[in-house]
């Protein structure tokens, strides 16, 4: 026996009970995290609990505690809010109230606990823990439980996951239900602009933030907006002035609307709060503009969660139960955490006391350090958002017609020229890319060209300079206004590099998928023979398949991801008005399973068939089995996914396993328990207007990469030009865990797979166990000390194994 099976063996969860319950306010995910916990919890053998309304439900005992099966989570995943229900509850919040939640507890042999909660509820967790074995004692003085309960139920263990859309708890990347909150806003701020841009109006939006000013931040990153508040940065003295001059000068370039979004805690320098009716009535006052508040309240904590909120709270809860099978006595109290694209555990009271550090930093107005506080990611949107917010006037700035198109002989430090492109298929983002990359541009003294239809329109001279204003509006359009083609440059190198000379073109931004890699690795090797494309290029990763090495996150595959889990609600309430249904799902992706099996996970598939787990006919009839079982309970529906028919070509599998034959093998295998339909989504994952994530995330890393630009244009400066052939001068801009890393194109080479065109370890595989273990597949796993959730190759259905480290 191995030592990581050894391992598992002490963590089982055979005798063990475990409670779930949800606190403080509502937020969307909440009930993935439920049903992870519950599903997981049952499938390492343990007894699962739910807490209706929170510490109310176990102050008060009952019902309220009620033990849960594998069906009672059947149907939640897509469902808003929390199906188990929250409540405040002052009387935990006293001794005796905790003491009566004790006594119930106890009652039920239920000693782990886990809490889905803001940091008041994970905090009155940790008190409750720490009081456990001096309210056990006072239990049994009073007769209302024995010794022996009291010695079998004498430890109480706790691991917390935060359910909050403010986004406000320190040592998390993001918090469940913000990633719904900020749809939910940008929804409305799409439907908003349409109508202002109609009228010529100002219009001013409150979002949720009292004490946390992430929901607006990232929202106007997100659309673009002209001014932002909130709490963490209150504007300085004469900001009035400031913004109606800002405003004003809207007007005059004959912008059409203007968006002013605003956190409920916005305050200024004297810690006075700002209102929306203030800045309106300033608005109207000084400028005369028609301007309208629109204040989101409770529709931002409403709704379906989205594929992001589904996913890492299914995350979250499968790693808090393994947290409370591994803990022992004297396990402090831990909160689940994201960190870049890992579930971590972090000490629970360390991020608490973080958090409170953040408000005491800004009721003593040290608002620096509050904003350090609240971590990398807070402090990233915030610059990109100083960075964007202000523009240099166009007319400080040469234009290429005054020198005949040529670079000016000048100082290292420009004004240079460099041209933005979109290659490869369309990806939602890669508008705010365009935008973000533009406007830093120019607010680094740079011509901004941008070129029309990829290599293609860059071959025949499709090249136009952009402005500051030409770029408005584009953060919230889908697919490419660029124009984008799949051709690669190695067939043009000879026009594109006359079309640089003539354009005098000192750096290149490339923004799209795997032909974008391609061709940036032709260009790069066409640099012996062609001196004006000695100049530094840097690629943005843009494509729904997410299949670009060197990042785990490409722009576009958010949006397709939350356009699979849509049409895939849909299905499933569908199939429950006709029981004993199984839908065949195809997605994009080519050779790369990440939106099959990433989008599986979000919307609760059964299976997802992938080319980077080889399977067989056996597989499939394993999966029929699964199936035709699942119909005798009262989950009567079942969802497969699968990419394209891009055929699996190795040993193990046949090219007639498509889409067609699965869905042909599904269908006559079923008959007489369930019947089966097919659905092909096809060009529907591409389009559609960019998620808040893909919107957030094509702004950030196209202001970085022309930052990176910036410094290799003055590098590479050298007697009036600009001349770079070194291997890092051409470089990829990708998202590795936390932090955006600039990677030379010619060292990714051996990290790919040319022939399928995807990257050779790619990290979501680590997910496919955890879709497998919640749809309740009798398959066996290994716990081991990695400290990661690990991927194992799987063999036939017959011998699975599924690897899960903690």
Not at 3 to 31: C, H, P, W, Y
Not at 306 to 322: H, K, N, P, Q, T
């Amino acid at each position: 026996m191995s030592n990581s099976r050894k391992f598992f063996e002490s963590l089982t969860g055979a005798g063990k009970s475990i409670a779930v319950l949800t606190s403080g306010g509502d937020a969307q995910g909440m009930n993935a995290a439920v049903r992870a916990v519950v599903r997981m919890g049952i499938y390492v053998g343990a007894k699962v609990y739910f807490i209706h309304e929170g510490y109310q439900g176990m102050v008060d005992g009952g019902d309220n505690i009620q033990e849960a099966n594998w069906e009672s989570v059947s149907s939640m995943l897509q469902v808003g809010g929390t199906v188990i229900g929250s409540a405040r509850c002052a009387e935990f919040r006293a001794r005796e109230g905790r003491l009566r939640a004790a006594c119930h507890l106890v009652q039920r042999g239920i000693t782990n606990l886990c809490v889905i909660g803001g940091d008041g509820s994970l905090t009155g967790a940790n008190l409750f823990r720490e009081e456990w074995s001096g309210l056990l004692q006072e239990l049994v003085q009073s007769g209302r439980i024995d010794e022996r309960s009291a010695e079998c139920n004498s430890v109480l263990h706790i691991v917390g996951m935060v359910g909050s859309i403010d986004n406000d708890f320190c040592g998390t990347d993001m918090t469940i239900g913000t990633d719904s909150a900020l749809h939910r806003i940008i929804e409305v701020v799409d439907a908003i602009m349409t109508t202002a841009q109609s009228h010529q109006r100002t219009f001013v939006l409150e979002v949720m933030g009292r004490h946390c000013g992430y929901l607006a931040l990232v929202s106007a990153l997100a659309c673009g907006a002209d001014w932002v508040f909130i709490p963490e940065m209150p504007p300085t003295d004469g900001w009035e002035e400031q913004m109606c001059q800002k405003l004003s000068e809207n007007r005059a370039d004959k912008k059409r609307l203007n968006i002013i979004i605003v956190a409920e805690g916005a305050i200024n320098s004297s810690n006075k709060p700002i209102s929306a009716g203030y800045i309106k009535d300033l608005v109207v006052r000084c400028l005369g503009l028609d301007t309208r508040v629109t204040i989101l309240g409770h529709v931002q904590r409403g709704g379906t969660p989205s594929a992001f909120d589904r996913i890492l709270a299914s995350r979250m809860g499968v790693e808090a139960v393994l947290a409370l099978l591994e803990a022992c006595p004297g396990t402090p109290a831990c909160v689940v955490s994201l960190c870049g694209n890992q579930a971590v555990r972090l000490p629970l009271m360390e991020c608490v006391q973080m958090t409170q550090e953040v408000q005491k930093a800004m009721d003593e107005k040290r608002f620096d350090d509050a904003v350090r506080l609240r971590g990398r990611s807070f402090e990233n949107n915030l610059n990109t958002y100083k960075l964007l917010s202000h523009r240099k006037a166009d007319a400080e700035l040469p234009h290429a017609e005054e020198n005949g198109g040529e670079q000016e002989e000048g100082p290292h430090d420009g004004p240079f020229t460099v041209a933005v492109l979109n290659v490869g298929a369309p990806a939602a983002g890669m508008n705010a890319a365009v935008r973000s990359a533009v406007r830093v541009g120019i607010t680094e003294g740079h011509r901004m060209m941008a070129v029309h239809d990829g290599f293609e329109g860059f071959a025949k001279g499709q090249i136009k300079e952009m402005g500051w204003g030409d770029v408005g509006g584009w953060t919230g359009q889908g697919g490419s206004l660029l124009g984008t083609k799949r051709t690669l440059p190695a067939k043009h190198i000879d026009k594109i590099a006359e079309q640089m000379r003539i354009h005098g073109i000192n750096a290149l931004l490339v923004i799209g998928g795997f032909e974008a890699y391609l061709g940036l690795q032709e260009l790069l090797a066409a640099r012996g023979s062609h001196d004006p494309l000695c100049v530094p290029m840097v690629m943005v990763p843009s494509t729904v398949s997410n299949n670009i090495p060197g990042s785990d996150l490409s722009i576009g595959a958010d949006t397709a991801l939350n356009a699979i889990t849509g049409t895939c609600d849909r299905i499933k309430q569908s199939a429950s008005g006709t029981k004993r249904r199984v839908f065949i799902i195809e997605t994009m992706g080519g050779y790369c399973g990440y939106l099959a099996s990433v989008g599986g996970l979000a919307a609760g598939a059964d299976a997802a068939y992938i080319y980077e787990e080889p399977f067989d006919i056996r597989d499939l009839q394993s999966n029929v089995e699964h199936l035709r079982e699942k119909m005798k309970t009262t989950i009567q529906r079942g969802l497969i996914l699968r990419n394209e028919n891009y055929n699996d070509r190795n040993e193990n599998s046949s090219e007639n396993y498509t889409t067609d034959f699965i869905y042909q093998l599904y269908s006559e295998e079923g008959k007489g328990v369930f019947d089966c339909r097919k659905n092909v989504l096809g060009h529907m994952q591409q389009g559609g207007a960019p998620s808040p994530f893909d919107r957030n995330f094509g702004t950030k890393i196209a202001a970085k990469a022309v930052q990176w630009l910036s410094k290799r244009l003055k590098d590479f400066y050298r007697e009036g030009r600009v001349f770079a052939n070194t291997d890092d001068s051409a470089c990829l801009l990708g998202m590795r865990r936390r932090a955006l890393v600039f990677q030379p194109v010619t060292q990714l080479k051996e990290e790919t797979d040319f022939v399928h065109r995807i990257p050779k370890e790619q990290w979501w595989l680590k997910l496919r166990p955890l879709m497998k273990i919640l749809a309740k597949y009798k398959t066996s796993y290994d716990i081991t000390d990695s400290g990661q959730l690990e991927h194992v190759t799987r063999p036939r259905a017959r011998d699975t194994e599924i690897a899960i480290t903690i």
